[in-house]
């Protein structure tokens, strides 16, 4: 059912609901540590404002109503049949259990939600959270979608992220011994990492094992401070070329197991900054095959497990 050389979560989608399987963004109006309750402090270094994949969510309607038009969306583009609620912006564990409950039991009262998937930081994730999100791991199709970006932590001191690999470990581990599939964030492109730091990301992915990854692009937004910076010319930017290589390097070194929840990603065109290549998704999709078709290899090529 898959015809790319790594193993790509859509597929495992498929064979596991019999048909097309597709995520719905929610934005049910958390905020996160560094953003305070009302999502007006400054953040983290790259994140936007409105928060990640904000494009066509309404946060104004409920989050029933954010899925059921987001359905009709997926069944008239994609035909689609199934739906993962996908709890998106901002970090979607930062706030009480029964709040938290009652949002993701709204959700999977939506009918054709089988599941749901809930993106967080690894510093949110209190005991009585986790064992709330082994409950819906029990009873639905769920993933857990950590944020972490970087293994090292001057890097996410110099993005602001206000924790430190330490913490994401020992959430990770929390959550595996609660059986919950954890699919881990890295960004690509980060100011100040260099090929080697990189792929060193990737090489303790692999080591951990993580369930799924998600591989981001850095996108320089208007209105952030990685835009300030790059408008003041202190960083540099990947060339798609460069990215491409990265992917594969870094795919090449995961465990086949691994689900390839994505491999890269489009910014918003009205605030992107650089790299604008990237508002060509499947452009940069395409060259990431033809990149292994080129170098003979796939998934798990350089994985040492």
Not at 34 to 56: E, H, V, Y
Not at 103 to 127: H, I, M, N
Not at 171 to 196: D, F
Request: aromatic share 8%.
């Amino acid at each position: 059912m898959n015809n790319k050389p790594y193993n790509l979560f859509s597929s495992h989608l498929k064979q596991c609901f019999g048909g097309r399987v597709h995520k719905i963004s929610v934005d049910a109006g958390f905020s996160c540590p560094n953003r305070g309750a009302t999502r007006d402090q400054p953040g983290c270094l790259f994140c936007d404002p409105s928060g990640s994949g904000s494009a066509g969510i309404e946060p104004a309607l409920s989050v029933a109503e954010q899925i059921q038009a987001g359905k009709e969306v997926m069944v008239r583009k994609y035909k689609a049949e199934h739906f993962l609620a996908y709890f998106q912006p901002f970090s979607n564990t930062f706030a009480p259990v029964d709040r938290l409950r009652s949002l993701y039991d709204e959700a999977l009262g939506v009918e054709g939600v089988v599941g749901l998937a809930v993106g967080t930081r690894p510093d949110c994730l209190p005991p009585e959270v986790l064992d709330l999100l082994a409950e819906y791991h029990r009873r639905s199709y769920f993933w857990l979608e950590l944020g972490l970006q970087s293994i090292h932590d001057q890097t996410l001191n110099r993005l602001r992220r206000g924790h430190d690999y330490d913490t994401f470990v020992k959430t990770y581990h929390q959550a595996k011994r609660r059986g919950l599939r954890v699919c881990v964030h890295l960004i690509l492109g980060l100011p100040g990492e260099n090929r080697e730091q990189i792929l060193a990301s990737a090489e303790e992915m692999a080591r951990l094992g993580v369930d799924g990854i998600k591989l981001h692009l850095l996108h320089v937004l208007e209105g952030t401070g990685l835009g300030d910076l790059y408008r003041q010319g202190e960083m540099e930017i990947l060339s798609q070329e460069d990215y491409v290589s990265l992917v594969v390097d870094m795919v090449e070194r995961l465990s086949p197991q691994t689900l390839i929840h994505r491999l890269t990603g489009d910014g918003p065109r009205d605030r992107l900054l650089a790299p604008l290549w990237s508002l060509n998704k499947w452009q940069v999709l395409n060259a990431i095959d033809a990149e292994f078709k080129h170098r003979g290899t796939k998934q798990g090529s350089r994985f040492d497990g």
